[in-house]
């Protein structure tokens, strides 16, 4: 007996705003060594300039475990791990609701867009500044494009590590 397929958008949508059991526990794990930090785009504009990692991802809060875009449903898992795994902080920022972000809504004036701001393409974004605030590091549709878990986690790992020293 065939089993229907589920088409990939479909199980997007599926994927979306679920909880990954992974994200789940490396989430807790940072929020334990108090280095998670889950903030909404307000709360990220009022951060003062620093050294810090953040990734913006698909919430309307900043939930390093669940979002309504399935890339992120994907990236999320990776990215909570290997910062757990390398034991720094992490900024969730959640860039808003999806018509908050879609540009086919209301996405284009969605302030982490403006090209005199961040000037955010997709998401997830991955993005390290120095102390002085200045950008170190980006990875975003790297991230968008990248299916597997295992060569994004080297991706990511990598990228780190060179721009934490």
């Given at each position: 007996?065939?089993?229907?397929?589920?088409?990939?958008?479909?199980?997007?949508?599926?994927?979306?705003?679920?909880?990954?059991?992974?994200?789940?526990?490396?989430?807790?794990?940072?929020?334990?060594?108090?280095?998670?930090?889950?903030?909404?785009?307000?709360?990220?504009?009022?951060?003062?300039?620093?050294?810090?990692?953040?990734?913006?991802?698909?919430?309307?809060?900043?939930?390093?475990?669940?979002?309504?875009?399935?890339?992120?449903?994907?990236?999320?898992?990776?990215?909570?791990?290997?910062?757990?795994?390398?034991?720094?902080?992490?900024?969730v920022v959640g860039v808003g609701e999806r018509d908050d972000w879609k540009l086919d809504a209301r996405g284009g004036s969605n302030p982490l867009r403006a090209k005199d701001g961040l000037g955010l393409t997709g998401v997830p974004t991955l993005l390290c500044t120095g102390e002085d605030g200045k950008e170190l590091l980006r990875l975003g549709s790297e991230l968008e494009n990248e299916q597997d878990p295992a060569a994004m986690q080297t991706l990511v790992d990598t990228s780190l590590r060179k721009v934490l020293g």
């Open positions: 007996q065939a089993t229907a397929r589920r088409p990939r958008f479909a199980a997007a949508l599926w994927l979306a705003g679920t909880r990954q059991p992974m994200a789940d526990e490396a989430a807790q794990a940072l929020k334990e060594r108090g280095l998670l930090e889950s903030v909404d785009i307000a709360g990220f504009q009022s951060l003062p300039p620093g050294k810090r990692i953040v990734v913006f991802t698909g919430s309307p809060d900043g939930s390093a475990v669940t979002s309504w875009c399935p890339d992120c449903v994907r990236a999320l898992p990776v990215i909570t791990k290997v910062v757990a795994e390398l034991g720094v902080g992490l900024t």
